[in-house]
């Protein structure tokens, strides 16, 4: 809130410059909220992913977790004003590989008893396959093949 005092600072005074400046930042800010809260929905995701991958099986619980982080990844990511999206199909595609590494580690502390290592989950899962899986379904639930 405190940006928000400082822009009607700038704009009472006519500091135009400064207020876009601002303006440009907190734009920033709230984008990087979106991405972070979208990447731990995507890590919940994967985790279930890797650990049904893992046990070839799934369970009712896996199976509501996977259908709730799929509809918050598509409802944080959509722009309600302009009716477009945050992340780009690309960005999307790279916010799951750099949430993998994480949903294995979690992944391992629960698939098979958590008797495994990331390692031995990793080895036991093909990861390509799980991003794949993952993105097709982010995108059926965002109802768009391009994002």
Not at 103 to 117: P, Q
């Amino acid at each position: 809130m405190e940006e928000l005092y400082e822009l009607r600072k700038y704009l009472e005074s006519g500091k135009y410059k400064d207020a876009l400046l601002l303006l440009d930042e907190m734009e920033e800010m709230s984008r990087d909220d979106k991405i972070n809260k979208i990447s731990s929905f995507m890590e919940v995701l994967l985790i279930h992913l890797i650990k049904q991958a893992a046990e070839k099986r799934t369970t009712p619980s896996w199976d509501v977790s996977i259908r709730n982080s799929l509809r918050q990844i598509a409802k944080i990511n959509k722009r309600r004003k302009t009716d477009g999206w945050y992340l780009t199909n690309e960005e999307l595609l790279e916010a799951l590989e750099s949430a993998y590494e994480s949903a294995l580690d979690s992944a391992s502390l629960e698939a098979l008893g958590g008797k495994h290592t990331p390692e031995e989950i990793g080895a036991r899962v093909d990861r390509p396959e799980i991003l794949r899986l993952a993105f097709e379904e982010i995108l059926e639930k965002s109802g768009s093949a391009g994002v």
